[in-house]
């Protein structure tokens, strides 16, 4: 780690009266080390070349353009929209999905309106289906309850809005009601990693106390909304966890991460021995600006600087846990009807929980490495549906998706069973009969569609096997009365 020489906690100027009165390096009863934390001019620096930055590098986003609608309520939704989706989704990702959501929904009385399975189709293929579920829930209490007025703060968002946490109301706070507070997501983790050496691991308390209070105290007053877009838009564009373009960012002369990488290169090139800290004791360089050994903040001394990184040093983030490994059996139950038509059995899940409410193959969860049920018992039992005769079972194969926290493998079985060989079933709104094209466009995940395209192919397979075992067979025949023939012709006259 950085050998720290001067200690943590040291007093220092107050901030500018932009900034409130509050003591410089303070925030929820901590003192924040200088050499974490901005002074008085660096702040105004920040933000100028930030600004400038965005202004000539900004995306052109559509829920940029709808956040500077007259109507505040039609900002703050167009906004909070946007917001919800991006949460662990990539912009190019979003663009289409958010396109399609406000033509559909272009309010918040329209979302209102939308039932849920409405919503989980609009969502189907996002992920996180829970956020949907959310933003449907909270467009309803603003309309219900709220006469349809958006909150107009970032505390009030927080406090009325259900899945609204302290980023997306201050997000819709600032860009659409021009709010002077701060925000925090990992782009801006990364880049106030970076900017003030804050190399312990960012998911820690005393890390996300002072992300907040510096994203508090860096934004623009006059521009809050922009300011924070700016931020985000520099660590998506810029300042990436991989590959970072040091040279074009505007914050590099207030970066003291690229300051050290830029320290250890000259060290290293003018070989001043003197200067370097005993690689076998800690493994980097002297820092121009040093805390205590136990600051909260720098880089933990059992996961030392490592040069060959450079910035991407920062952030750190803490060990994950394993994901939990989950197996479950699914049945693709096809019935071939009397229209023509291929129609499928699906499922819908429960309320709540993992992926509420969406709609899949009949499914039951097992032990791995224990014999599977038998899937028509399960769904003859648990959904009512049963089979007298099977035209064709074949085993699809394992396939296997994994969900944030959870290392799904499915073990997938396709059963072909003739229209009238299904039992009159118990009429039920938690299951339906679907085609292809309609399977495709319900409420379901992407794990499911995921299990029907290898349906599908195992289906290919299996047509490609018995063509060959038909033109191999064919072949055999044909072979057999060429060599008759000739047996024949050869064979001696009497």
């Not at 992407?446 to 063509?467: G, P, Q, R």
């Amino acid at each position: 780690m950085i050998r720290n020489r001067s200690h943590c906690g040291k007093k220092t100027a107050k901030r500018g009266k932009e900034n409130s009165t509050k003591v410089e390096g303070e925030t929820n009863g901590m003192k924040i080390p200088p050499v974490h934390d901005f002074k008085v001019e660096e702040i105004s620096a920040v933000r100028e070349n930030l600004l400038a930055w965005y202004d000539a590098n900004k995306r052109d986003l559509p829920w940029r353009k709808m956040a500077t609608r007259s109507d505040l309520n039609q900002r703050a939704y167009a906004v909070w929209v946007s917001e919800v989706m991006l949460q662990q989704t990539q912009v190019t990702t979003v663009i289409d999905y958010y396109n399609k959501w406000m033509k559909k929904w272009p309010t918040l009385q329209d979302l209102a309106k939308a039932s849920l399975e409405e919503v989980n189709e609009m969502w189907s293929g996002l992920g996180y289906y829970s956020r949907g579920r959310r933003l449907h829930e909270g467009a309803q209490k603003v309309v219900d309850d709220l006469d349809g007025e958006m909150p107009k703060t970032a505390a009030t968002l927080l406090k009325e809005l259900p899945g609204v946490g302290r980023y997306t109301a201050g997000a819709i706070a600032s860009i659409a009601y021009n709010e002077a507070t701060g925000l925090v997501d990992g782009n801006v983790i990364r880049v106030l990693a970076r900017l003030r050496l804050i190399g312990a691991d960012s998911t820690s308390q005393h890390c996300m106390d002072t992300f907040w209070s510096h994203a508090n105290m860096l934004v623009d007053p006059d521009r809050p909304g922009d300011y924070n877009q700016s931020v985000m838009e520099l660590g998506a564009t810029v300042c990436t966890p991989k590959s970072p373009d040091c040279s074009s960012c505007p914050l590099r002369e207030q970066c003291k991460a690229l300051c050290q990488v830029e320290r250890e290169r000259q060290l290293s090139a003018s070989k001043l021995v003197e200067t370097v800290v005993k690689k076998e004791e800690t493994g980097t360089l002297l820092d121009i600006e040093c805390c205590a050994d136990n600051c909260k903040l720098c880089v933990d001394k059992e996961e030392p600087w490592d040069s060959s990184l450079g910035v991407m040093n920062y952030p750190r983030k803490g060990k994950k846990k394993p994901p939990r490994q989950d197996h479950t059996s699914v049945c693709v139950l096809c019935k071939k009807c009397s229209d023509g038509k291929h129609r499928f059995l699906i499922i819908q899940r429960p309320k709540k929980g993992l992926l509420a409410g969406l709609w899949e193959f009949p499914s039951e969860q097992t032990e791995k490495d224990k014999k599977a049920p038998d899937m028509l018992d399960i769904i003859d039992s648990k959904y009512n549906t049963s089979v007298e005769v099977v035209h064709e079972r074949h085993s699809v194969g394992e396939v296997v998706h994994i969900f944030s926290h959870i290392h799904q493998t499915y073990s997938v079985e396709a059963v072909t069973v003739m229209e009238e060989k299904v039992e009159a079933e118990i009429v039920s709104d938690e299951k339906r009969w679907v085609t292809k094209e309609e399977f495709l466009e319900a409420a379901v995940s992407t794990a499911m569609k995921k299990i029907f395209k290898a349906y599908e192919k195992s289906l290919d397979d299996s047509t490609k096997v018995n063509k060959r075992k038909r033109q191999s067979s064919s072949d055999d025949s044909s072979n057999k009365k060429k060599q008759m023939s000739l047996n024949s012709f050869f064979k001696p006259k009497n």
